[in-house]
């Protein structure tokens, strides 16, 4: 008889734990761009309003915003990475059922149809990524997902820098200028760069189909909980003090940058007779994507880095700081209008190197609520809705804000808005010293 021990005995290669989880985070990171940022500048480019550019891609903010429901799903369907491969499978579809209808008539319904269907895999795709991570990652998931942040902020950089790039490219080299090109040639160039976006997603998804553990999601059927038990569960959480501080602190540190990261893109692609700083789309690659998306990651290292040495207490009063200067660096430029390109991202520069400093702080915060307490996973999911809500909302608003108000009215009136976490973080001191007090 055949020896068949040793084929009985072989295992499964194990990849290392960066390799897919950093290559999960990277997708992400493309996914994201290519929603939120690409297919907003693309509206814009192809002479949509900035109220109807930034307010057709906020709602699909909402796919995200509801994520815990499909935890509850995925939790009862199979392997987590089916669903992985097969979102990302329904993502690059999307993309190119983009590209093809970006040039027909009726494009901005058609468009935004299969942008939705696109948000709806970021979500899933999303989820389950944080169920394999909760898995697989136990006892370093904190750590990784600090990593994880600056790896999906360099994803942003690559894809969307690149995906302008050839866009930018595509309406030169297709016309030899730029300022001719009509909407065919418009659409036929922005839909190259969504090409790009389903190229890198089928590349990343090649990767993932051949690293990711085989993880089976564990079935909580034994164990569901009646209404009154879930009802009881999220009374409590809400009675938690650090619920509230962690909820305050995060709605004003994410909206003093929403408002400011929503609206810069519109702002720097915008015609100077209206208010914009009249940037091309290669440009705004690399002010935006190159230099920017470089200093968010840098300054978000850094943010953490000290954070880690020093404590979140002794920071937080510098992050706060560092998270309302950059909305004044942008009430300079709205006012003075420079033309110069290295000015330009001079001061973009410098204004994504606060935000992440900044942001550090609420990665921080939110880290250190999930870890408290029980039922950390629906903390983390419960987090996540808050800031995609937060992103959604305004999102909604900052295009109608800025037609209505101009560039100018905009900045500044964010600015006094993210003036108030001065207020906020004083009235969290006087209650944090009054309690020791006691």
Same mark, same amino acid.
């Given at each position: $008889?055949?020896?068949?021990?040793?084929?009985?005995?072989?295992?499964?290669?194990?990849?290392?734990?960066?390799?897919?989880?950093?290559?999960?985070?990277?997708?992400?990171?493309?996914?994201?761009?290519?929603?939120?940022?690409?297919?907003?500048?693309?509206?814009?480019?192809?002479?949509?309003?900035?109220?109807?550019?930034?307010?057709?891609?906020?709602?699909?903010?909402?796919?995200?915003?509801?994520?815990?429901?499909?935890?509850?799903?995925?939790?009862?369907?199979?392997?987590?990475?089916?669903?992985?491969?097969?979102?990302?499978?329904?993502?690059?579809?999307?993309?190119?059922?983009?590209?093809?209808?970006?040039?027909?008539?009726?494009?901005?319904?058609?468009?935004?149809?299969?942008?939705?269907?696109?948000?709806?895999?970021?979500?899933?795709?999303?989820?389950?990524?944080?169920?394999?991570?909760?898995?697989?990652?136990?006892?370093?998931?904190?750590?990784?997902?600090?990593?994880?942040?600056? &790896?999906?902020?360099?994803? &942003?950089?690559?894809?969307?820098?690149?995906?302008?790039?050839?866009?930018?490219?595509?309406?030169?080299?297709?016309?030899?200028?730029?300022?001719?090109?009509?909407?065919?040639?418009?659409?036929?160039?922005?839909?190259?760069?969504?090409?790009?976006?389903?190229?890198?997603?089928?590349?990343?998804?090649?990767?993932?189909?051949?690293?990711?553990?085989?993880?089976?999601?564990?079935?909580?059927?034994?164990?569901?909980?009646?209404?009154?038990?879930?009802?009881?569960?999220?009374?409590?959480?809400?009675?938690?003090?650090?619920?509230?501080?962690?909820?305050?602190?995060?709605?004003?540190?994410?909206?003093?940058?929403?408002?400011?990261?929503?609206?810069?893109?519109?702002?720097?692609?915008?015609?100077?007779?209206?208010?914009? %700083?009249?940037?091309?789309?290669?440009?705004?690659?690399?002010?935006?994507?190159?230099?920017?998306?470089?200093?968010?990651?840098?300054?978000?290292?850094? !943010?953490?880095?000290?954070?880690?040495?020093?404590?979140?207490?002794?920071?937080?009063?510098?992050?706060?700081?560092?998270?309302?200067?950059?909305?004044?660096?942008?009430?300079? %430029?709205?006012?003075?209008?420079?033309?110069?390109?290295?000015?330009?991202?001079?001061?973009? !520069?410098?204004?994504?190197?606060?935000?992440?400093?900044?942001?550090?702080? %609420?990665?921080?915060?939110?880290?250190?609520?999930?870890?408290?307490?029980?039922?950390?996973?629906?903390?983390?999911?419960?987090?996540?809705?808050?800031?995609?809500?937060? %992103?959604?909302?305004?999102?909604?608003?900052?295009?109608?804000?800025?037609?209505?108000?101009?560039?100018?009215?905009?900045?500044?009136?964010?600015?006094?808005?993210?003036?108030?976490?001065?207020?906020? $973080?004083?009235?969290?001191?006087?209650?944090?010293?009054?309690?020791?007090?006691?």
């Amino acid at each position: $008889m055949p020896d068949t021990s040793s084929s009985s005995n072989r295992e499964r290669y194990v990849w290392p734990l960066w390799l897919w989880s950093g290559a999960l985070c990277f997708v992400r990171g493309v996914m994201f761009v290519s929603i939120m940022m690409i297919g907003m500048m693309a509206y814009k480019r192809l002479g949509l309003s900035d109220t109807m550019a930034s307010l057709s891609m906020a709602v699909l903010f909402l796919p995200v915003a509801i994520r815990p429901l499909y935890a509850w799903f995925i939790r009862r369907a199979g392997k987590v990475k089916r669903w992985i491969i097969g979102t990302e499978v329904v993502f690059a579809v999307a993309m190119m059922e983009v590209a093809a209808n970006i040039i027909s008539t009726s494009w901005e319904w058609k468009v935004w149809l299969w942008m939705v269907v696109a948000s709806l895999a970021w979500a899933v795709h999303g989820v389950a990524a944080d169920e394999i991570c909760f898995s697989e990652l136990a006892g370093e998931r904190r750590r990784r997902i600090e990593i994880g942040a600056n &790896v999906f902020a360099i994803a &942003v950089m690559f894809a969307g820098g690149m995906m302008v790039m050839v866009a930018g490219n595509m309406e030169v080299l297709g016309i030899g200028n730029v300022e001719s090109v009509g909407a065919y040639e418009l659409g036929t160039a922005w839909a190259s760069a969504f090409k790009v976006s389903a190229a890198i997603a089928v590349t990343c998804m090649a990767l993932l189909l051949l690293t990711l553990p085989v993880n089976t999601v564990i079935k909580d059927i034994g164990n569901r909980k009646t209404f009154e038990k879930r009802k009881e569960q999220m009374l409590s959480l809400i009675r938690v003090p650090l619920t509230w501080k962690m909820t305050g602190v995060a709605a004003l540190f994410t909206l003093a940058q929403a408002f400011m990261v929503r609206g810069v893109p519109l702002f720097v692609a915008s015609q100077a007779n209206i208010g914009g %700083l009249a940037l091309g789309p290669q440009e705004v690659a690399f002010v935006l994507f190159t230099v920017g998306m470089m200093t968010l990651a840098f300054g978000l290292a850094i !943010g953490v880095k000290v954070i880690h040495s020093n404590g979140l207490h002794r920071w937080l009063w510098p992050m706060a700081v560092a998270v309302v200067l950059p909305n004044a660096i942008y009430v300079y %430029l709205a006012f003075s209008m420079p033309s110069d390109v290295a000015t330009v991202s001079l001061y973009v !520069g410098m204004a994504q190197l606060l935000c992440g400093f900044g942001m550090a702080a %609420l990665l921080e915060y939110m880290l250190d609520f999930c870890q408290s307490g029980q039922n950390r996973k629906k903390r983390f999911y419960a987090c996540l809705s808050l800031l995609a809500f937060l %992103l959604m909302i305004t999102g909604m608003l900052t295009g109608a804000m800025q037609d209505y108000l101009g560039f100018r009215k905009f900045f500044t009136l964010i600015l006094l808005f993210a003036v108030t976490i001065f207020v906020v $973080m004083a009235w969290r001191a006087k209650l944090e010293k009054e309690n020791e007090d006691d």
